[in-house]
T-cell receptor, first 115, second 114 residues
């Protein structure tokens, strides 16, 4: 069965510092991987996705993620965090494009940004 | 930019009452989904819908739940007899035929069962 693990429940970084949020997945075939961000009281906004090709993907708001098949990981990174990045971040895995496979989400990582 | 919309944003109901949560998916999308997020927990899949029928449903989606596409634009989730544990944020999502895995989420409806 598909699963996603986000080992860090809460991370605090200083504004301007770099950020890496970890995500490990379990999936039998080539996964479709996503990072979503959720601001308080808001819906889920797609930051970036990986389907195939270049393993380093760029997303919105200056985020990037790297797919490492050997480590079953899809970590999210940002070189310099802004206070507005404080939010909950969810990693998710989906199935092949032949069907509308449900997304399986991790439990999320809450990011706090301090001055 | 097209977006998924949901109404109401917040619904308060008494235990045992029926609720209907409404969603308007992006107009050219053909796949529709409901997910829920209990406070402080992860987002969980409930049901997917395509071609006017359920494609897949989770264990959460029991006989108390139903979905419907009553017209060409709305997609609804009905809970027949709400329980306290149904209190959650409910997200609707939609995706297009060419790329069904890229799901676009609505802002959610917060359901509070008293």
């Amino acid at each position: 069965a598909q699963s996603v693990t986000q080992p860090d429940i809460h991370i605090t970084v200083s504004e301007g510092a770099s950020l890496e949020l970890r995500c490990n997945y379990s999936y039998g075939a080539t996964p479709y991987l996503f990072w979503y961000v959720q601001s308080p009281g808001q819906g889920l906004q797609l930051l970036l996705k990986y389907f195939s090709g270049d393993t380093l993907v760029q997303g919105i708001k200056g985020f990037e993620a790297e797919f490492k098949r050997s480590q079953s990981s899809f970590n999210l990174r940002k070189p310099s965090v802004h206070w507005s990045d404080a939010a909950e971040y969810f990693c998710a895995v989906g199935g092949p494009s032949s069907g509308n496979t449900p997304l399986v989400f991790g439990k999320g990582t809450r990011l706090s940004v301090i001055a | 930019e097209p977006e998924v919309t949901q109404t109401p944003s917040h619904q308060v109901t008494q235990m045992g009452q029926e609720v209907i949560l409404r969603c308007v998916p992006i107009s050219n999308h053909l796949y529709f989904y409901w997910y829920r997020q209990i406070l402080g927990q992860k987002v969980e899949f409930l049901v997917s819908f395509y071609n006017n029928e359920i494609s897949e449903k989770s264990e959460i989606f029991d006989d108390q739940f139903s979905v419907e596409r009553p017209d060409g634009s709305n997609f609804t989730l009905k809970i027949r007899s709400t329980k306290l544990e149904d209190s959650a944020m409910y997200f609707c999502a939609s995706s297009e035929f060419r790329d069904p895995n890229e799901q676009f989420f609505g802002p959610g409806t917060r359901l509070t069962v008293l």
